[in-house]
């Protein structure tokens, strides 16, 4: 009874006691903030890298392709059997896109990549990342449009009523004035229509005589393409300036299948922008119809109307091992042809990097909670020396050494789960309003604290496992609890009579 006694009297009174409960709390809160931020960020890109990647990626070594994809994802399933829920062949090249902006030529390079909208989303979350398919907000938040298409509807390549209206407006408006004066995003308003002519004849060609109809090729186009953030002096906000969006026409240049490979350039309309939240893709990705892609390149058989494919991206069932289907797929299909991976694989160096620099930041905030341990341990060697008489005289009358230092053990075992606890609700709390307080922060240094067009995120992404606040806090108590075993040792061992002596 009276180990309790001391204990909880020592705990209670002493100052320097509570500077160890707070020293542990910092260090538990802090892991916990860390590692549910790092948790959430982590999640939160995983989820959008695999958003527009397949569970498996079925791809040819060249970028000619192979032919007649209808065959080859026969053998896929002959071989992965039920395991495979959706596929959807693709065709993926390099290029340049080419748009005007306020009278001037902006040329970017990215990736093409030819899909069909509809098998494309059965096998990836493509709908979601799409505009149209998303409500339009005001900078306070507020929705002023709802999206055109609800979530039900499949994608396609047919340009929205709303667009297409406002692109016939435009066109005729601008073919009423002189071609210098007119805007620079769609076909007509870039080019007179020799340079239309000319252009056609290298492959590129419109769908009708209507000036106003979209052309053949469509496409999907990344959000950071066509957009460049600028500072609004008025309000200090950082604003998106849209340089060009649905219904506008860009031109794409690439190479054809074939040796050797050679330029070819056609128009395209825009259907729609996608933001799926990876810089990655959004400044990089063109998604194009894979018809009007194949045609361009040289992809389709004159003959037999046989099609290539460069990519086969498989969604698997719920439960099925990606690894196991790899391995089964790699035996079947010929070696030298296709690359077999999954889309963890494919994005391996970064999501390993991500893993490494959250390790190491668990190693530095364990630090933390280490520094806590030794002051605990110097704060023990202190009450020791301080408490040497009050030990004889406890030894003095009947208290065992191992009654002494169980006492001083309890007293790291309490202190470690004082602070300990209070570091779990101090940390929760801090997850739970993590982004109330930025924006706290923000107003009050009146600097935005975290800038979504820099971390590419709306909010702080959060992400709380039970078991991570259970094994560190588990750490903290031990750690506690080891840090006080030297003192009360030596507590322990006090000789009655030379502690009785002690000045």
């Not at 032919?67 to 959807?88: F, N, Q, R």
């Not at 005001?138 to 709303?162: F, K, M, Q």
């Not at 210098?180 to 000319?198: C, F, L, Q, R």
Request: glycine share 8%.
């Amino acid at each position: 009874m009276f180990k309790l006694l001391l204990c909880t009297r020592y705990l209670r009174t002493r100052f320097i006691a509570l500077a160890s409960v707070i020293s542990v709390m910092l260090g538990v809160a802090t892991m916990i903030v860390v590692n549910s931020v790092m948790a959430g960020f982590s999640t939160e890109m995983r989820f959008r890298l695999h958003g527009l990647l397949s569970d498996v990626l079925v791809e040819t070594f060249s970028l000619d392709g192979e032919w007649d994809p209808e065959k080859w994802m026969t053998v896929l399933k002959e071989t992965a059997g039920d395991d495979i829920e959706a596929m959807s062949p693709t065709v993926e090249v390099f290029g340049l896109i080419h748009f005007k902006y306020g009278g001037n030529w902006i040329t970017q390079n990215v990736s093409i990549v030819g899909i069909d909208p509809v098998s494309k989303a059965k096998v990836g979350a493509l709908p979601e990342h799409l505009e149209n398919y998303k409500p339009v907000k005001d900078d306070d938040g507020n929705i002023v449009r709802a999206p055109l298409y609800a979530a039900t509807i499949p994608p396609s390549w047919d340009l929205h009523p709303t667009y297409l209206e406002e692109r016939r407006e435009r066109i005729n408006r601008s073919r009423a004035f002189d071609p210098v004066d007119e805007p620079a995003t769609s076909s007509t308003e870039d080019d007179s229509d020799a340079a239309i002519k000319e252009f056609a004849q290298e492959g590129g060609e419109q769908e009708s005589t209507d000036p106003t109809a979209p052309h053949k090729a469509r496409v999907y186009i990344g959000f950071q393409l066509v957009t460049m953030p600028y500072v609004d002096k008025e309000t200090g906000k950082t604003r998106q300036l849209t340089m060009a969006g649905p219904g506008d026409d860009i031109k794409i240049s690439t190479v054809t299948a074939g040796r050797p490979p050679q330029p070819c350039h056609f128009y395209a309309t825009v259907v729609d922008t996608f933001k799926s939240g990876m810089s990655e893709y959004d400044s990089h990705l063109v998604f194009c119809n894979i018809e009007e892609l194949q045609r361009m390149r040289g992809m389709i058989d004159p003959d037999s109307g046989e099609r290539a494919f460069t990519r086969i991206q498989i969604k698997l069932r719920e439960g099925a091992d990606p690894d196991t289907v790899v391995e089964k797929l790699k035996a079947a299909l010929p070696a030298g042809k296709f690359h077999v991976s999954t889309w963890e694989k494919k994005q391996g160096p970064l999501l390993a990097a991500v893993e490494v620099e959250a390790a190491i930041l668990n190693v530095l905030l364990f630090l933390i909670v280490a520094v806590a341990g030794f002051g605990i341990l110097a704060i023990f060697y202190m009450i020791v020396v301080e408490k040497t008489r009050d030990i004889g005289i406890l030894k003095s009358l009947g208290a065992s050494s191992r009654g002494v230092m169980t006492i001083f053990l309890s007293y790291g075992v309490s202190l470690g789960i004082v602070g300990s606890g209070v570091g779990v609700i101090a940390g929760l709390l801090f997850v739970r309003y993590i982004n109330q307080i930025e924006g706290g922060l923000t107003w009050l240094t009146g600097r935005k604290v975290f800038d979504e067009t820099i971390y590419y995120f709306p909010s702080i992404p959060t992400k709380t496992y039970p078991m991570m606040v259970f094994w560190v806090a588990l750490g903290a108590v031990t750690i506690a609890v080891l840090a006080s075993v030297l003192p009360a040792r030596r507590a322990a061992g006090l000789h009655p009579v030379r502690a009785l002596r002690h000045e």
